[in-house]
Nanobody, 122 residues
Framework: VQLVESGGGLVQAGGSLRLSCVVS????????MGWFRQAPGKEREFVSY????????YYADSVKGRFTGSRDNAKNTLYLQMNSLKPEDTAVYFC????????????????WGQGTQVTVSS
């Protein structure tokens, strides 16, 4: 199973980015997915979860109302639309396939991408 994220970059506070995650080698259309992020010196934290069918979608409180998760099962692709970005959103963002367990715990996910850097300047 391979996951490849893209779409990160440098953006000013208040700006937007759209992350993509292409998944190969698995039955993406029946796999729950998650987004996590990790800032320097901090633990990896939950950002968003999306059910295999596209609903429900859950978000961390810190991104609720600003980030929107979606997926296109025909393209084996997961998306994260990030609006109103803040400097505290700066991190490496990872997508992952969920195996079992609580959706907020990174240990519930088995395959991970290499991550894409998001940097928000103030």
């Amino acid at each position: 199973v391979q996951l490849v994220e893209s779409g990160g970059g440098l953006v000013q506070a208040g700006g937007s980015l759209r992350l993509s995650c292409v998944v190969s080698g698995s039955r993406f259309s029946i796999t729950d997915m998650g987004w996590f992020r990790q800032a320097p010196g901090k633990e990896r934290e939950f950002v968003s979860y999306i059910n295999w069918s596209g609903s429900p979608i859950y978000y961390a409180d810190s991104v609720k109302g600003r980030f929107t998760g979606s997926r296109d099962n025909a393209k084996n692709t997961l998306y994260l639309q990030m609006n109103s970005l803040k400097p505290e959103d700066t991190a490496v963002y990872f997508c992952a396939t969920r195996l079992r367990g609580t959706i907020y715990d990174s240990r519930s996910y088995d395959y991970w991408g290499q991550g894409t850097q998001v940097t928000v300047s103030s």
